[in-house]
C-alpha cells in the first residue's frame, strides 16, 4: 500500500499534468468503488480540478466549481495512470500499486481491472486500474470532509506537528511504539516501511512501549519521522515493484532500506542480522543489536 512518501510522489505528478483541464465526462467502470450516487459524478461534467491534496495515505481532488471533494484512496494495488491524447501507448504517469502481470507498456488495452475513466475535453484522459479491488472513491460535502480529516491526526510535515504536539500526544500511552506510529488518529501517512525505518535510525525497539522512552528518545524520534519522510519523498517513495513517478522513474528509497525487507541479512550498522517479527498484526524488521 503506497504510504505518505509515494502518495506524494503521486500528488506531485498528476498535478502537472490534469489540473485546470475541463472534464468531458466521468464513467464509473466498477459500481463498488464509488457507494455514493453515480449522478453525482456526472455533474462534475464542465468542471475542473483545481487542486490535489493528499490526507494521510489518500489523494483528495478539489473543483473550481463544485465545493465537493473527492477522495481517492489506491490502497494495495490501485494505479492511477494519465494519457496524454490519441497515442494510447504515450505515458504520461503511472503510479501507485503494481503492473499487471507481464505488462511491458502502456497500452490501454493492458489494463483489465479498469474501475474509473475521467475523460478531458482536450484528449487526455485518467483510468483507475486496480488489480484486487480494494481502492475505494469518495466524494464529500465541506462538512463530510470536515467530519473525515478530523478524525485523523497530524501530517508529520506540516507546521502542526511540532516537538510539543508530539510529545503531547505521547503523553501517559501505554501501547507499544510501532502500533503508535502506525495509528491513524496520532499522525496520518505511515506504514509498515517507514515505522520501521523510522525505529531504526532511533535506535529504539519495535517492543518498546510508547511510555518506556526518555524525553530525547521521544526528540530523536519525532526528528527522525520527519528526516525519514522528506528523504522517501525526496527519493520519489519505495519501489519493490513497477511502480513509477511521472518522469517515468522508480521510486528509489528502497536502494537504503536498512532493515525493511532485509531480513536474514547483514545490518548495514553493526553486521548483525536483521529480524523479523509480527507485531501488531504486521511483519516488523529490525535489528536485535542496534534496537534496545
Same mark, same amino acid.
Given at each position: ?66 465545493e465537493k471533494k473527492m477522495i481517492i484512496h489506491l490502497k494495495m494495488t490501485g494505479q492511477l495512470v494519465y494519457f496524454s491524447g490519441k497515442n494510447l501507448k ?12 507481464? /505488462? ?112 530525547? /528518545? ?39 532500506l536498512k532493515v525493511y525487507g532485509r531480513k536474514g541479512q547483514k545490518c548495514r550498522s553493526c553486521n548483525g542480522l536483521v529480524g523479523k517479527t ?15
Amino acid at each position: 500500500m503506497p504510504e505518505l512518501p509515494e502518495v506524494e510522489t503521486i500528488r506531485n505528478g498528476l498535478s502537472r499534468f490534469v489540473l485546470f483541464k475541463e472534464i468531458k465526462k466521468l464513467v464509473l467502470l466498477d459500481t463498488n468503488l464509488f457507494k455514493g450516487a453515480e449522478n453525482d459524478l456526472l455533474k462534475l461534467r464542465k468542471d475542473e480540478f483545481s487542486q490535489i491534496d493528499r490526507l494521510g495515505k489518500a489523494l483528495v481532488f478539489s473543483f473550481k466549481k463544485s465545493e465537493k471533494k473527492m477522495i481517492i484512496h489506491l490502497k494495495m494495488t490501485g494505479q492511477l495512470v494519465y494519457f496524454s491524447g490519441k497515442n494510447l501507448k504515450e505515458q504520461a504517469m503511472l503510479a501507485g500499486g503494481h503492473s499487471e502481470k507481464g /505488462q511491458n507498456n502502456l497500452d490501454i488495452s493492458k489494463f483489465k481491472h479498469l474501475r474509473l475513466r475521467i475523460e478531458f475535453f482536450d484528449n487526455s484522459f485518467l483510468i483507475l486500474n486496480d488489480t484486487r479491488r480494494f481502492a475505494y472513491l469518495k466524494l464529500l460535502n465541506i462538512k463530510e470532509f470536515e467530519e473525515v480529516s478530523g478524525k485523523l491526526g497530524v501530517e508529520p510535515l506540516s507546521k502542526g506537528f511540532s516537538l510539543s504536539y508530539f510529545l503531547k500526544i505521547l503523553e501517559k500511552r501505554k501501547k507499544n511504539i510501532k502500533a503508535f506510529l502506525l495509528d491513524q488518529s496520532f499522525v496520518v501517512g505511515m506504514g509498515n516501511i517507514y515505522a520501521d525505518e523510522i525505529l531504526f535510525a532511533s535506535k529504539l525497539s519495535p517492543f518498546r512501549s510508547v511510555d518506556s522512552l526518555d524525553l530525547k /528518545q521521544k526528540k530523536v524520534l519525532y526528528n527522525n519521522i520527519k528526516k525519514i519522510l522528506k528523504l522517501a519523498i525526496k527519493k520519489r517513495g519505495t519501489t519493490f515493484s513497477d511502480y513509477v513517478d511521472a518522469d517515468g522513474k522508480s521510486g528509489n528509497f528502497s536502494s537504503v532500506l536498512k532493515v525493511y525487507g532485509r531480513k536474514g541479512q547483514k545490518c548495514r550498522s553493526c553486521n548483525g542480522l536483521v529480524g523479523k517479527t509480527k507485531l501488531v498484526g504486521r511483519g516488523t524488521h529490525y535489528c536485535p543489536k542496534c534496537q534496545n
